[in-house]
């Protein structure tokens, strides 16, 4: 009777287990899809600023440089913050935080104030720091190590759903009609200029435009009441909710010390941070420059405006591929050298055939950059013990390979005055993430 009722609780507490680990994994997977949802805004708003702020180029770009800046400065103070506060609070302080940028952006409608837009997006990328920061390593220690790749993997896959969703939401509701009042702005511009040059007054023209430009920028007002609230209720609801507060090796007290001497004992840490700013960084050249590849290619505006969905679409494809494989048939070690070879092969498809064929292997790249995150990451906190935080810390750093390495493409077309033939910038890159799967991930290692 006792070995019967035994087994009973151990049915239970084993099913209440897995109840748990389920129930987190959808919580989390909700917080993935929400920053995914935030990140991949950029790509309307720097169109949308252009035109609203009466921007250059290169200022509009100043969005992109605002949101990554916030990764590099914000990670390592992430890291002391998690330590006081655990996983689960800083998710709920990490969103609170993005609700503050995304209320910012409210006053900056109002004034038509390119300054606090980029406040708004530098408070959002600080916000998002802190819960990448604590969300990564917490999907990466709520299972089995060896099936870390496969759970990132399905974070990746929210991310890259929300990337789908909200440029199409938010493009709809922000560039409708904008080229033609780009239009109309522009003829205002040439009129001013003109009764300038024949001292005649130019107030009305200059009233009008601001008329227009402002109607244009209230429309982003009410979907960031929406995301204001929507961010605040999930904060409270993380706080209040299930989720286990993980306590990695960094907070056990049994921890042994003299396997963790020192953070830069491991050297594999911070290898794979420079995995992941070489990885981030080609994943969002081939994702942003597409489009004009494609139209510089002559293919028609009606057509390249989806090319940067082909390359989400093939992520996708490349995460359900990465769940299903690993770890049952293929480690993710195993699996990422072979991503990072398909990157090679990819590329010299882009750089050595023509006209759409290469487009198609441009957006493949989507398909191998889907399992690096996933598997860089768990392969680069292995062992860290007490330094897990401050190790994802340094990883979250790397993201900031996403706003140097796009420049060093647009320099290279500039300097060889071919698109296609600056792709070649990759090459070093896939390079340097087959080293690390190979090679690279075992460097300073021990096993506790």
Not at 176 to 197: F, R
Not at 208 to 216: C, H, I, R, V, Y
Not at 382 to 390: H, P, V
Not at 419 to 447: E, N, R, T
């Amino acid at each position: 009777m006792k070995r019967y009722i035994s087994c009973l609780n151990g049915f239970y507490m084993q099913s209440e287990n897995k109840q748990s680990y389920v129930t987190s994994l959808i919580l989390v997977g909700g917080l993935f899809f929400i920053f995914g949802f935030i990140t991949w805004l950029n790509g309307t708003l720097i169109p949308f600023l252009k035109t609203a702020c009466e921007l250059s180029n290169f200022e509009s770009y100043l969005v992109a440089t605002a949101f990554f800046a916030s990764y590099f400065i914000m990670a390592l103070p992430s890291s002391a913050i998690l330590k006081r506060t655990g996983f689960k609070k800083g998710m709920s302080l990490g969103l609170f935080i993005m609700a503050i940028g995304t209320v910012i952006f409210i006053p900056a409608a109002m004034q038509r104030s390119y300054a606090f837009f980029l406040l708004g997006l530098f408070t959002q990328g600080l916000g998002l720091t802190i819960l990448q920061t604590a969300t990564n390593p917490y999907v990466t220690i709520l299972g089995p190590e060896e099936s870390a790749a496969s759970r990132i993997s399905m974070m990746g896959i929210c991310n890259k759903a929300a990337g789908i969703i909200s440029p199409i939401i938010f493009a709809t509701i922000l560039l409708s009609n904008s080229a033609s009042i780009n239009e109309n702005v522009g003829k205002l511009n040439e009129q001013i200029a003109a009764l300038q040059k024949k001292k005649l007054p130019f107030d009305s023209l200059v009233l009008e435009k601001a008329q227009l430009l402002d109607e244009l920028t209230s429309r982003i007002i009410n979907p960031y009441i929406v995301l204001t609230i929507v961010l605040v209720v999930l904060a409270a609801l993380v706080l209040k909710s299930p989720l286990p507060d993980l306590q990695d090796e960094e907070e056990n007290p049994d921890t042994d010390v003299a396997v963790h001497p020192s953070i830069w004992n491991h050297t594999y840490l911070f290898l794979g941070a420079l995995a992941i700013f070489v990885y981030v960084g080609v994943e969002v050249l081939s994702g942003d420059s597409i489009i004009g590849y494609g139209k510089a290619l002559g293919i028609a505006d009606n057509e390249t405006r989806f090319f940067t969905s082909f390359t989400l679409g093939a992520m996708v494809v490349g995460y359900f591929v990465g769940i299903f494989l690993t770890p049952k048939f293929i480690s993710q070690e195993k699996y990422l050298v072979i991503c990072a070879i398909l990157g090679l092969v990819m590329t010299a498809g882009v750089l050595m055939t023509e006209g759409r064929t290469s487009i198609y292997f441009l957006a493949g790249l989507g398909f191998a950059h889907a399992i690096m995150w996933p598997a860089i990451w768990p392969m680069s906190l292995k062992g860290l013990g007490k330094y897990t935080k401050t190790g994802a810390a340094l990883l979250i750093m790397g993201i900031a390979g996403g706003a140097i390495i796009p420049p060093l493409f647009g320099y290279l077309i500039d300097s060889m005055g071919s698109q296609q033939s600056a792709y070649i910038l990759m090459v070093p890159c896939y390079l340097y993430i087959l080293y690390f799967a190979l090679w690279g991930h075992k460097a300073g290692y021990k096993k506790s």
